[in-house]
């Protein structure tokens, strides 16, 4: 059972998966109410709520009654087609081949089949390189398969997280079907009828199904019907909402019998047949939509639907978002509580502000139900801290933090992107979309990390999915910014309109980074009328940093920062703020604070204030010492380096091969090439 759940949603769950008949809402109703001890009468929206999102019921529109998913599929026949390397081979690679026609929550691996004698079709692992196995996963996700492939081994984890983990082979487990073969006198062609024995537990029986010819008229009748199945019920109610695996459930169960009872081809085959229908991916995960019709159009369509729906009147918190067309829970939301504890902070309206922060704000219909929506958080928030175990979460909490940063980033990102009045081309469009997409991607994979039964190995496999997602993430934000953000973001410009004595004042400054032992620091000239987000980009040419993490100012006891990074509400805008506004006075310091998870602090002395007498050479870097550590570094094992060396005298440390990077050679031509770049862009 999924711990994540909420008391209903979990009740409601149990009944479904128990229940061997259709059941209507009102006896859902009477069932959850004795489980939970609630009056019925208060339960009926939230428990038609929870069956809307049990993934082990159908609705059943014309009769208004649900049907328990393995109840629909008991005994339903569906086909499987092996490649020639399987018949050749001997062995069947079950796959993405079992969607939709196996419970999501069973892994194909742990399956049973069997063939129409009852004879046991046993297992065996064979090796295949990741890019050999394209044809038997491609109607799964990389998350998915990613995740199939380490329920297969730990070991395949590691060897994805290598470099050319795609090259190497991989542990997984096929289906020994070479006595089966033989036995029935299968032949290249030919395609294995399941028998669904079990849709919740995963049982299946094998019987062999013999070739047809390309034109037989069954064929085309059978793929002709799901065609009208699909293009008028699941792409007209549905649109591209819903995964692959949804479209072709709701297919079967809404298609007449003979789709599921008699099949005539296999999913594959079907794609083949149809000239109007196309497996296409929106931001990764795959879907069946119509040919020469981009789904991203249709998924901004829907998107605006659901934004205009109705008020909330639900009593749960995916209710309450879900009804105002939000497309987060309470299980994203219990990410960021986790989060905040494994960061050794206990405020919940402090995960609340972050949660929201680029995210819709939702415009709730009285106080009532604000102060109801408050307090189902904050349940939440008391069972989770009462649960959680910071020893045990150690791993999946760094993961988890890593996650929500670059999430908290790209959704803030996509927000600013709105006030921004540009019309995008339809490829552009497309990738907004896809953005969208892979923010939603990155949620279910952080999601997952809320399982207190995550192994470390499992935790590491899901940092190294998140480190692949920050990669295409920002990947499509360099190619989306130049037609998105020029007139949101500017880039670093010279202040022409200063008024008074602030367009003259330049400020020398020493910039030392604060690490005992590390003799790092530069003396810089900078404009007064250059803002202190200027000042940022200044400080890490520089330094030689590359900006990959947040930073912070503190100046007389306030703090400046990009606000579309930070979770402080408290922190100034540095866009907004000049040097000359807040700087103090001769001799005095301030901080400035880089990558928050290694804390490299700089103290920013101002030596002096001068006269701008010459526009040339600012920014200008004057003299410095050291190089600064490597930018991902380890701050404790780099501080602990330094201490060990801190009695070694200069000379002897050109000898070490490790030696820490303070003690390199500056090469100040190259700092201020990288200032004068700055300057010009």
């Known amino acids: 059972m999924n711990n994540n759940l909420s008391p209903i949603d979990e009740a409601v769950h149990l009944y479904s998966g128990g229940m061997d008949q259709r059941f209507n809402l009102k006896t859902a109703v009477g069932a959850v109410g004795a489980q939970l ?5 208060g339960l009926e929206n939230a428990v038609e709520a929870a069956l809307a999102r049990d993934p082990w019921v159908f609705f059943d529109f014309q009769k208004q009654n649900y049907v328990p998913r393995h109840l629909f599929f008991k005994y339903k026949k569906f086909l499987i087609m092996p490649t020639e390397e399987e018949v050749a081979g001997g062995f069947l690679i079950p796959g993405h081949r079992l969607i939709p026609f196996l419970s999501r929550l069973v892994h194909p691996g742990d399956c049973h089949f069997k063939s129409s ?7 065996k692992k064979t090796a295949r390189c990741l890019r050999d196995l394209d044809v038997y996963f491609s109607l799964y996700n990389t998350s998915a398969v990613y995740h199939y492939l380490f329920r297969e081994s730990h070991v395949n984890g590691r060897i994805l997280e290598e470099a050319d983990g795609l090259k190497k082979p991989l542990s997984i487990s096929v289906l020994d079907m070479a006595a089966w073969f033989y036995a029935v006198n299968f032949q290249p062609g030919d395609s294995i009828q399941v028998t669904i024995d079990d849709w919740k537990r995963g049982s299946f029986t094998f019987a062999r199904h013999e070739k047809k010819p390309a034109n037989d008229h069954l064929v085309g009748e059978w793929c002709n019907h799901l065609e009208e199945v699909v293009r008028e019920v699941v792409f007209d109610l549905l649109g591209p909402v819903t995964d692959l695996y949804e479209q072709l459930a709701l297919a079967f169960f809404l298609g007449a019998d003979s789709l599921i009872h008699k099949p005539q081809i296999h999913v594959g085959g079907f794609l083949a047949y149809m000239e109007d229908i196309m497996l296409t991916r929106l931001a990764g995960e795959p879907i069946f939509w119509m040919r020469g019709e981009p789904p991203e159009e249709a998924l901004l369509e829907f998107s605006d639907l659901a934004g205009s729906l109705g008020q909330v009147t639900d009593d749960s918190i995916n209710g309450v978002l879900s009804q105002h067309g939000l497309a987060f829970g309470d299980d994203e ?6 989060d905040e504890l494994y ?26 139900q604000e102060e109801n929506f408050h307090m189902l958080c904050q349940n939440l928030w008391e069972k989770v801290s009462r649960q959680y175990n910071r ?5 999946p909490g760094r993961s988890r933090a890593s996650g929500l940063k670059i999430l908290d980033e790209v959704l803030v990102w996509m927000r600013d992107q709105d006030q921004v009045e540009m019309t995008l081309s339809n490829k552009y469009q497309r990738q907004f979309v896809e953005l969208s997409g892979m923010a939603t991607i990155l949620t279910e994979i952080i999601v997952s990390l809320n399982d207190p039964d995550l192994s470390r190995e499992e935790a590491a496999v899901v940092f190294s999915g998140i480190e692949q997602m920050d990669i295409r993430i920002k990947a499509t934000i360099a190619a989306l910014r130049p037609r998105l953000t020029a007139k949101s973001r500017p880039a670093f410009r010279v202040i022409q309109g200063g008024k008074g004595e602030e367009k003259k004042k330049v400020y020398q400054l020493k910039v030392e980074l604060e690490e005992r032992g590390s003799p790092v620091w530069r003396r810089l000239r900078v404009r007064g009328d250059c803002s202190l987000a200027e000042l940022h ?3 890490q040419a520089a330094m030689g940093w590359t900006d990959d993490h947040h930073h912070v100012f503190q100046i ?8 579309a990074q930070t979770e402080n509400r408290d922190c100034l805008s540095e866009l907004e703020t000049l040097l000359s506004q807040v700087l103090p006075a001769e001799g005095e310091p301030f901080l400035y604070e880089y990558d928050f998870r290694n804390s490299w602090r700089h103290l920013v002395v101002v030596e002096e204030i001068n006269e ?16 600064r550590p490597a930018e991902n570094a380890n701050a404790p094992e780099y501080r602990q380096r330094l201490k060990v060396l801190a009695d070694s005298h200069q000379s002897e440390l050109a000898d070490l091969e490790e030696a820490p990077q303070p003690f390199g050679e500056l090469h100040m031509d190259a700092i201020n090439l990288r200032l004068k770049r700055l300057s010009s862009r």
């Open 391 to 395: 020893f045990v979460d150690q791993i």
């Open 612 to 627: 701008l007498t010459d526009l040339q050479g600012c920014p200008e870097c004057l003299e410095g010492q050291g190089n």
């Open 556 to 563: 007389n006891g306030c703090l400046f920062g990009n606000q």
């Open 537 to 539: 980009l200044v400080i």
């Open 117 to 123: 004698d009852r004879q046991a079709i046993p297992w």
């Open 343 to 368: 960061n050794h902070r206990d405020n919940l309206e402090s995960v609340l502000h972050r949660y929201f922060k680029g995210r819709p704000q939702i415009d709730f219909a009285n106080s009532e």
């Open 37 to 41: 001890a609630e009056t019925p009468s």
């Open 333 to 338: 939301l219990e990410a960021y509580m986790r």
